[in-house]
T-cell receptor, first 112, second 113 residues
Framework: KQEVTQIPAALSVPEGENLVLNCSFT??????LQWFRQDPGKGLTSLLL?????REQTSGRLNASLDKSSGRSTLYIAASQPGDSATYLC???????????FGTGTRLTIIP | KAGVTQTPRYLIKTRGQQVTLSCSPI?????VSWYQQTPGQGLQFLFE???????NKGNFPGRFSGRQFSNSRSEMNVSTLELGDSALYLC????????????FGPGTRLTVT
């Protein structure tokens, strides 16, 4: 059974800093790993998807990596902005299965 | 290209009633999944439909059911509502078997009183 953990639960950093969010999973058979952001009371916005054959993906100031052997994924945010304040969730799925197993999220606050 | 849409956005029901939520996937997507989000349990998978067939089911009681229509739109139904069913219900769509990236709708906020 896949279990996904995100530590810390909350993080506050000054604007402009680079930061890393962590995601750990128990089942190395994970096929893909997806990062989302969620604003209060809203749905999830897909940020990056890393598929099995990939080790990292980049979009703008965001970079996500996946290390299946160690059971870890990281989301790197460069030059943080107040608009980056949100809850960030990682979720994994096994091959041929659309079911996403979510972590509990990291609530990120960027201080202007 | 329109995103995933969910209706209604907000719903207040009384314990014991039943409710039907609707989800329209992104055009071309044939897989629709449903999730329940609560402060205590986080995001939990309910079920997935693909080509009108339930392909996967989470660990929820039989009061939770769903279906998918030929145009890929999906509905989920909760019967005999309990206070603990109060949650944000999210649906997600994807191409499945081509791209596993899932796109979520804005959710339906269900409050059971």
């Amino acid at each position: 059974k896949q279990e996904v953990t995100q530590i810390p639960a909350a993080l506050s950093v000054p604007e402009g800093e680079n930061l890393v969010l962590n995601c750990s999973f128990t089942d190395s058979a994970i096929y893909n790993l997806q990062w989302f952001r969620q604003d209060p009371g809203k749905g999830l916005t897909s940020l990056l998807l890393i598929q099995s054959s990939q080790r990292e993906q980049t979009s703008g100031r965001l970079n996500a990596s996946l290390d299946k052997s160690s059971g870890r994924s990281t989301l790197y945010i460069a030059a943080s902005q107040p608009g980056d304040s949100a809850t960030y969730l990682c979720a994994g799925a096994n091959f041929g299965n659309e079911k996403l197993t979510f972590g509990t999220g990291t609530r990120l606050t960027i201080i202007p | 290209k329109a995103g995933v849409t969910q209706t209604p956005r907000y719903l207040i029901k009384t314990r014991g009633q039943q409710v039907t939520l609707s989800c329209s996937p992104i055009s071309g997507h044939r897989s629709v999944s449903w999730y329940q989000q609560t402060p205590g349990q986080g995001l939990q998978f309910l079920f997935e439909y693909f080509s009108e067939t339930q392909r996967n089911k989470g660990n929820f009681p039989g009061r939770f059911s769903g279906r998918q229509f030929s145009n890929s739109r999906s509905e989920m139904n909760v019967s005999t509502l309990e206070l603990g069913d109060s949650a944000l219900y999210l649906c997600a769509s994807s191409f499945r078997q081509t791209s596993y990236e899932q796109y979520f709708g804005p959710g339906t906020r269900l409050t059971v009183t």
